[in-house]
Protein backbone atom coordinates (compact mmCIF):
# COMPACT_ATOMS: atom_id res chain seq x y z
CA UNK A 1 0.00 0.00 0.00
CA UNK A 2 2.57 3.03 1.19
CA UNK A 3 4.69 1.54 -1.78
CA UNK A 4 1.17 2.09 -3.97
CA UNK A 5 1.17 5.39 -2.05
CA UNK A 6 4.90 6.65 -3.22
CA UNK A 7 4.34 5.76 -7.04
CA UNK A 8 1.32 7.79 -7.47
CA UNK A 9 2.97 11.09 -5.38
CA UNK A 10 6.11 10.38 -7.94
CA UNK A 11 3.33 10.01 -11.17
CA UNK A 12 1.44 13.63 -10.26
CA UNK A 13 4.90 15.66 -9.61
CA UNK A 14 6.01 14.25 -12.93
CA UNK A 15 2.52 15.82 -14.46
CA UNK A 16 3.01 18.60 -12.82
CA UNK A 17 6.02 19.03 -14.07
CA UNK A 18 5.28 18.60 -16.98
CA UNK A 19 2.88 21.23 -17.08
CA UNK A 20 5.14 23.69 -15.99
CA UNK A 21 7.39 22.84 -18.38
CA UNK A 22 4.75 23.10 -21.02
CA UNK A 23 3.85 26.90 -19.92
CA UNK A 24 7.10 27.84 -19.72
CA UNK A 25 7.92 26.33 -23.25
CA UNK A 26 5.07 28.01 -24.79
CA UNK A 27 5.65 28.77 -28.51
CA UNK A 28 6.04 32.26 -29.22
CA UNK A 29 3.70 34.00 -31.64
CA UNK A 30 4.52 34.39 -35.05
CA UNK A 31 4.76 37.83 -36.46
CA UNK A 32 1.57 37.78 -38.49
CA UNK A 33 -0.09 36.66 -35.29
CA UNK A 34 1.39 39.45 -33.15
CA UNK A 35 0.14 41.79 -35.33
CA UNK A 36 -3.48 40.24 -35.03
CA UNK A 37 -3.24 40.70 -31.79
CA UNK A 38 -2.41 44.40 -32.03
CA UNK A 39 -4.93 44.58 -34.31
CA UNK A 40 -7.49 42.97 -32.21
CA UNK A 41 -6.60 43.34 -28.83
CA UNK A 42 -4.57 46.75 -28.39
CA UNK A 43 -6.52 48.56 -31.35
CA UNK A 44 -9.55 48.33 -28.93
CA UNK A 45 -8.56 50.96 -26.85
CA UNK A 46 -4.89 52.17 -28.37
CA UNK A 47 -4.46 53.91 -31.74
CA UNK A 48 -1.80 51.85 -33.64
CA UNK A 49 -1.03 54.32 -36.59
CA UNK A 50 2.21 56.63 -36.86
CA UNK A 51 2.17 59.24 -37.03
CA UNK A 52 -0.63 58.63 -34.02
CA UNK A 53 -4.27 60.11 -34.64
CA UNK A 54 -5.51 61.04 -31.06
CA UNK A 55 -9.71 61.60 -30.74
CA UNK A 56 -11.62 63.74 -28.15
CA UNK A 57 -13.36 60.24 -27.30
CA UNK A 58 -9.91 57.98 -26.88
CA UNK A 59 -9.67 55.02 -24.14
CA UNK A 60 -6.13 55.44 -24.08
CA UNK A 61 -3.38 57.12 -25.76
CA UNK A 62 -1.81 56.15 -28.93
CA UNK A 63 0.27 53.27 -28.93
CA UNK A 64 3.15 54.98 -30.47
CA UNK A 65 2.78 57.96 -27.21
CA UNK A 66 2.49 54.95 -25.00
CA UNK A 67 5.79 53.20 -26.14
CA UNK A 68 7.81 56.38 -26.55
CA UNK A 69 7.19 58.00 -23.09
CA UNK A 70 7.83 54.31 -21.28
CA UNK A 71 11.17 54.77 -23.04
CA UNK A 72 11.80 58.16 -21.61
CA UNK A 73 10.81 56.90 -18.30
CA UNK A 74 12.50 53.85 -17.42
CA UNK A 75 16.00 55.48 -18.73
CA UNK A 76 18.85 53.70 -19.56
CA UNK A 77 21.82 54.17 -21.59
CA UNK A 78 22.37 50.71 -22.74
CA UNK A 79 19.94 50.18 -25.64
CA UNK A 80 19.43 46.25 -25.13
CA UNK A 81 19.18 46.35 -21.34
CA UNK A 82 16.28 48.86 -21.93
CA UNK A 83 14.77 46.72 -24.39
CA UNK A 84 14.99 43.75 -22.02
CA UNK A 85 13.54 46.21 -19.03
CA UNK A 86 10.26 47.44 -21.03
CA UNK A 87 9.67 44.11 -22.46
CA UNK A 88 9.35 42.57 -18.80
CA UNK A 89 7.63 45.34 -17.64
CA UNK A 90 5.09 45.32 -20.30
CA UNK A 91 4.65 41.79 -20.39
CA UNK A 92 3.48 41.99 -16.68
CA UNK A 93 1.26 45.34 -16.69
CA UNK A 94 -0.99 44.24 -19.45
CA UNK A 95 -2.04 41.21 -17.30
CA UNK A 96 -1.69 42.64 -13.68
CA UNK A 97 -2.01 46.02 -14.29
CA UNK A 98 -2.37 48.44 -11.31
CA UNK A 99 -1.63 52.01 -10.23
CA UNK A 100 1.14 51.50 -8.25
CA UNK A 101 3.59 49.85 -11.05
CA UNK A 102 2.54 52.16 -13.89
CA UNK A 103 5.01 54.90 -14.96
CA UNK A 104 2.20 57.32 -16.15
CA UNK A 105 1.61 60.76 -14.83
CA UNK A 106 -1.08 61.74 -12.32
CA UNK A 107 -3.12 63.70 -14.95
CA UNK A 108 -2.84 60.42 -17.65
CA UNK A 109 -3.98 58.47 -14.68
CA UNK A 110 -6.76 60.57 -13.91
CA UNK A 111 -8.10 60.63 -17.82
CA UNK A 112 -7.50 57.80 -18.92
CA UNK A 113 -7.65 55.26 -15.46
CA UNK A 114 -5.66 52.18 -14.69
CA UNK A 115 -5.98 49.83 -18.35
CA UNK A 116 -7.49 46.66 -17.95
CA UNK A 117 -6.15 43.25 -17.40
CA UNK A 118 -5.97 41.43 -20.19
CA UNK A 119 -5.74 38.26 -18.27
CA UNK A 120 -7.41 35.15 -20.45
CA UNK A 121 -7.49 37.30 -23.60
CA UNK A 122 -3.48 37.26 -24.08
CA UNK A 123 -0.77 34.46 -22.73
CA UNK A 124 2.20 35.47 -21.31
CA UNK A 125 4.75 34.43 -24.05
CA UNK A 126 1.80 36.38 -26.57
CA UNK A 127 2.60 39.20 -23.94
CA UNK A 128 6.21 39.68 -24.32
CA UNK A 129 6.07 39.04 -27.77
CA UNK A 130 3.95 42.21 -28.51
CA UNK A 131 5.90 44.38 -26.20
CA UNK A 132 9.16 43.24 -28.30
CA UNK A 133 7.38 44.39 -31.51
CA UNK A 134 5.79 47.86 -30.07
CA UNK A 135 9.24 48.59 -28.44
CA UNK A 136 10.82 47.99 -31.96
CA UNK A 137 8.00 49.54 -34.53
CA UNK A 138 7.50 52.69 -32.21
CA UNK A 139 10.38 54.98 -32.02
CA UNK A 140 11.11 58.59 -32.96
CA UNK A 141 12.91 57.73 -35.85
CA UNK A 142 10.46 55.91 -37.38
CA UNK A 143 7.99 58.43 -36.79
CA UNK A 144 10.58 60.74 -38.69
CA UNK A 145 10.50 58.32 -41.30
CA UNK A 146 6.95 58.06 -41.64
CA UNK A 147 6.08 61.80 -41.70
CA UNK A 148 8.79 62.13 -43.78
CA UNK A 149 6.62 59.92 -46.26
CA UNK A 150 3.02 60.85 -45.55
CA UNK A 151 4.56 64.39 -46.58
CA UNK A 152 6.50 62.68 -49.76
CA UNK A 153 3.55 61.07 -50.60
CA UNK A 154 0.67 63.99 -50.08
CA UNK A 155 3.04 66.18 -52.96
CA UNK A 156 2.07 63.52 -55.47
CA UNK A 157 -0.93 63.50 -57.58
CA UNK A 158 -4.08 61.70 -56.17
CA UNK A 159 -3.53 58.92 -58.87
CA UNK A 160 0.57 58.36 -58.17
CA UNK A 161 -0.98 58.16 -54.84
CA UNK A 162 -2.67 55.01 -55.39
CA UNK A 163 -0.52 53.87 -57.13
CA UNK A 164 2.40 54.34 -54.36
CA UNK A 165 0.18 52.56 -51.65
CA UNK A 166 -1.25 50.01 -53.08
CA UNK A 167 0.03 46.74 -54.13
CA UNK A 168 -0.38 47.25 -58.36
CA UNK A 169 3.49 46.92 -59.05
CA UNK A 170 3.33 43.53 -56.55
CA UNK A 171 1.89 41.25 -59.70
CA UNK A 172 2.60 44.14 -63.12
CA UNK A 173 5.64 43.91 -63.02
CA UNK A 174 7.48 45.50 -65.36
CA UNK A 175 8.84 43.91 -68.24
CA UNK A 176 9.09 40.76 -65.69
CA UNK A 177 5.55 39.31 -65.42
CA UNK A 178 5.19 36.00 -63.33
CA UNK A 179 1.55 36.87 -62.25
CA UNK A 180 0.12 39.19 -64.57
CA UNK A 181 1.18 41.48 -67.04
CA UNK A 182 3.33 43.98 -66.99
CA UNK A 183 2.53 47.66 -67.51
CA UNK A 184 4.43 47.97 -70.84
CA UNK A 185 2.19 44.67 -71.92
CA UNK A 186 -0.87 46.09 -70.93
CA UNK A 187 0.26 49.46 -72.64
CA UNK A 188 1.56 47.59 -75.89
CA UNK A 189 -2.00 45.84 -76.06
CA UNK A 190 -3.69 49.03 -76.55
CA UNK A 191 -1.56 51.22 -78.03
CA UNK A 192 -3.97 51.56 -81.12
CA UNK A 193 -7.23 52.22 -79.05
CA UNK A 194 -6.20 54.20 -76.44
CA UNK A 195 -9.45 55.70 -75.50
CA UNK A 196 -10.61 52.22 -75.95
CA UNK A 197 -8.15 51.01 -73.53
CA UNK A 198 -8.41 53.35 -71.30
CA UNK A 199 -11.98 52.50 -70.50
CA UNK A 200 -10.80 48.81 -70.44
CA UNK A 201 -8.04 49.12 -68.25
CA UNK A 202 -10.46 51.37 -65.59
CA UNK A 203 -13.09 48.81 -65.90
CA UNK A 204 -10.61 46.15 -64.85
CA UNK A 205 -9.06 48.03 -61.85
CA UNK A 206 -12.78 48.38 -60.29
CA UNK A 207 -14.29 45.07 -61.27
CA UNK A 208 -11.32 43.08 -61.80
CA UNK A 209 -10.49 40.95 -64.07
CA UNK A 210 -10.14 37.34 -64.67
CA UNK A 211 -9.35 35.70 -68.22
CA UNK A 212 -8.43 38.61 -70.50
CA UNK A 213 -4.74 37.56 -70.27
CA UNK A 214 -4.37 33.84 -71.27
CA UNK A 215 -0.47 33.65 -70.32
CA UNK A 216 -1.39 34.40 -66.65
CA UNK A 217 -3.96 32.56 -64.60
CA UNK A 218 -4.54 34.84 -61.81
CA UNK A 219 -7.24 37.01 -61.67
CA UNK A 220 -7.38 40.34 -60.48
CA UNK A 221 -9.31 41.31 -58.02
CA UNK A 222 -11.77 44.57 -57.65
CA UNK A 223 -10.20 48.01 -56.57
CA UNK A 224 -12.81 49.83 -55.39
CA UNK A 225 -13.33 53.56 -53.79
CA UNK A 226 -10.78 55.13 -56.17
CA UNK A 227 -12.64 58.27 -57.58
CA UNK A 228 -12.93 58.72 -61.56
CA UNK A 229 -9.93 61.14 -61.31
CA UNK A 230 -7.67 58.66 -60.05
CA UNK A 231 -8.80 56.07 -62.22
CA UNK A 232 -8.04 58.25 -64.67
CA UNK A 233 -4.47 59.24 -64.20
CA UNK A 234 -3.74 55.45 -63.37
CA UNK A 235 -5.12 54.54 -67.22
CA UNK A 236 -3.27 57.26 -68.62
CA UNK A 237 0.17 56.40 -66.62
CA UNK A 238 -0.47 52.34 -67.89
CA UNK A 239 -0.78 53.70 -71.60
CA UNK A 240 2.36 55.30 -71.29
CA UNK A 241 4.65 52.36 -70.31
CA UNK A 242 5.15 50.76 -73.75
CA UNK A 243 8.39 49.64 -74.54
CA UNK A 244 9.22 49.57 -77.73
Same mark, same amino acid.
Given at each position: ???????????????? &??????? &????????????????????? !?? &??????????????????????????????????????? %??? %??????????????? !??????????????????????????????? %????????????????????????????? +??????????????????? %???????????? +????????????????????????????????????? +?????????????
Amino acid at each position: MNKFLILLVFILLGLS &NCSDQKK &NHEAAPSPAQVDALLHQVCAR !CH &NLDMPPKTSDDEKAPPLYTVTVHLKDWMKSDDPSALRAK %FID %FVADYVIHPSREKSY !CDPASLKLYGVMPSLQGQITPAQARAVAATI %FDRYDQMAMLAAMKERNRLARLPAWQQVL +ETRDCRLCHIQGRGRLAPG %FDEIARKYAEKK +EEGLKKIEKAITEGSRGAWPKYHTPMRAYKGLTPRQL +EGIARWILQQRKQ
